[in-house]
DNA sequence: TAGTTTGTACAGTTTTTACTGTACGTTCTA
DNA sequence: TAGAACGTACAGTAAAAACTGTACAAACTA
């Protein structure tokens, strides 16, 4: 890791920083659902002062190639790293994505939508049904009532999902940094 | 599930458009990090017209008890179904928090904070080291830009860090439906 | 074209997680 | 106070997920 040219307790020093970072990482990345190993993994690429290769990786992590292959592949999905091309090299280069709140808005925009979407189309769905059904039913009877009741909490839910596709959209479009701002003059 | 009095063709209709409703709920429960199944009895719950006993949902879900008990635990910590207390019954009762806001906020804000906390601590304690170390390797020497680059990298993850717990705030608080508020004038 | 090198598919193994059944402590009831 | 009913601890089993090593297709090299 190119600290080659440093004493050695100061590399002990360093090496202990990093290799501390690096695990707080791994386990903060459950967060995105991916193994601690996985996670692990973008923490080493987080202070790599290169893009690294599988081999790389594998020999760092003490792993095999396969699973680095598979947990390359998993950040790449998430974007949490990057492909990189690199003249002379044959090997797959990668680098991690340094912009956590891009990580971190994609990430849950896209976990959040998948389910929405899906949830919304079936709840309007059954709504529709059950409002057929309810037509159907005698009026001031009792299963009438029971029938209406569902009705009434699926629509309550479509009013959450609403909600949370418009914080969805917020995320994607960046006026979350509205109410939110990237940094806050109370911090600084 | 009090259907009793309505004619054959009209009860299985209801129970198919539950069923489908449920299916969808149990499915996108896993947002929350449940299990497919503790998901399913969530929806269960959803549309049971009165709380309901371990050994009802045991039932319903054609599981034992001890699984019933173990995911009815784990959504009372997600604070998605209470305890009811009825007199009379010496059983445990259950009903589904039918508040989604408050049941998306809290677990989001519980789960991030945790995660940015110890983060947070780690990452302030790292860079305060590593100026240390800074310190005491020579101006202008290549080591001392790599290890200078370190730390630019976590004082970035940590403007990353402060933001998501005002996030977080907002979500406690309930400042985010000022941004996003929770019927939009747009959907009624 | 033959010979390497590289990434990944796939099968097998280990580890972890979900679920079940039994047993037991606690609480209510008569 | 004895007996029954309730919820859960715990140990065992079944299912799922993580990881490894081998093998192979694709891409490069000479």
């Given at each position: 890791?190119?600290?080659?040219?440093?004493?050695?307790?100061?590399?002990?020093?360093?090496?202990?920083?990093?290799?501390?970072?690096?695990?707080?990482i791994?386990?903060?990345?459950?967060?995105?659902?991916?193994?601690?190993?996985?996670?692990?993994l973008y923490g080493l690429l987080f202070f790599a002062?290169?893009p690294m290769?599988?081999?790389?990786?594998?020999?760092?992590?003490?792993?095999?190639?396969?699973?680095?292959?598979?947990?390359v592949?998993?950040l790449l999905?998430l974007q949490m790293v990057n492909?990189v091309?690199?003249?002379?090299?044959?090997?797959?280069?990668y680098e991690v994505e340094y912009d956590w709140?891009?990580t971190?808005?994609?990430?849950?925009?896209?976990?959040?939508?998948?389910?929405?979407?899906?949830?919304?189309?079936?709840?309007?769905?059954?709504?529709?049904?059950?409002?057929?059904?309810?037509?159907?039913?005698?009026?001031?009877?009792?299963?009438?009532?029971?029938?209406?009741?569902?009705?009434?909490?699926?629509?309550?839910?479509?009013?959450?999902?609403?909600?949370?596709?418009?914080?969805?959209?917020?995320?994607?479009?960046?006026?979350?940094?509205?109410?939110?701002?990237?940094?806050?003059?109370?911090?600084?």
């Amino acid at each position: 890791m190119s600290l080659d040219h440093l004493s050695q307790e100061h590399q002990d020093k360093v090496i202990k920083i990093r290799k501390r970072v690096i695990e707080a990482i791994g386990r903060s990345m459950d967060l995105y659902g991916v193994t601690q190993s996985t996670g692990h993994l973008y923490g080493l690429l987080f202070f790599a002062d290169k893009p690294m290769t599988l081999d790389e990786m594998g020999q760092e992590m003490k792993m095999s190639k396969t699973s680095m292959s598979t947990s390359v592949r998993t950040l790449l999905d998430l974007q949490m790293v990057n492909k990189v091309w690199e003249k002379g090299s044959r090997k797959d280069l990668y680098e991690v994505e340094y912009d956590w709140f891009q990580t971190f808005t994609d990430y849950f925009a896209i976990e959040w939508r998948k389910s929405v979407e899906t949830s919304l189309q079936i709840f309007r769905k059954s709504i529709e049904e059950m409002q057929k059904l309810i037509q159907d039913v005698p009026e001031e009877d009792a299963i009438r009532r029971v029938l209406m009741e569902d009705q009434r909490k699926m629509e309550e839910a479509v009013g959450y999902y609403l909600w949370l596709n418009r914080l969805i959209d917020s995320l994607e479009s960046g006026d979350i940094y509205q109410l939110i701002p990237k940094d806050n003059p109370r911090d600084v």
